[in-house]
């Protein structure tokens, strides 16, 4: 039911910045949150930055002061600008939704997750 497309990623020096970009699609009515995960070689796929409906944030301890997570228009758009980049932060980053209604009451019933295809970042030293 959403859709999401990326773009932004590229490849950058060390100490650069990047903006990327992430537009849902779709239901979007139904989106209660969206974060950007990353994923290296040979490593976990890790959660990056989040934010709700409400604009509330949350950050890795390991981009804290260096990424800014935002969107535009509630949940139909959201942009991670990073600056300082370190060659850590190469990595496919990826986009995804969390989606869900409400129950009788008006509390948030859980629905479906969607993540986009990636987008890759590199950082060279």
């Known amino acids: 039911q959403v859709q999401l497309e990326e773009s932004g990623g590229g490849l950058v020096q060390a100490g650069g910045s990047l903006r990327l970009s992430c537009a849902a699609s779709?239901?979007?009515?139904?989106?209660?949150?969206m974060a950007w995960y990353r994923q290296a070689p040979g490593k976990q796929r890790e959660l990056v930055a989040a934010?709700?409906?409400?604009?509330?944030?949350n950050y890795a301890d390991s981009v804290k002061g260096r990424f800014t997570i935002s969107r535009r228009n509630a949940q139909n758009t959201m942009y991670l600008q990073m600056n300082s980049l370190k060659p850590e932060d190469t990595a496919v980053y990826y986009c995804?939704?969390?989606?869900?209604?409400?129950?009788?009451?008006?509390?948030?019933?859980?629905?479906?997750?969607?993540w986009g295809q990636g987008t890759q970042v590199t950082v060279s030293s």
């Open positions: 995804k939704a969390e989606t869900g209604g409400t129950d009788y009451r008006g509390g948030l019933v859980p629905g479906d997750d969607y």
């Open positions: 779709g239901s979007i009515f139904s989106i209660h949150a």
């Open positions: 934010i709700t409906r409400r604009g509330n944030t």
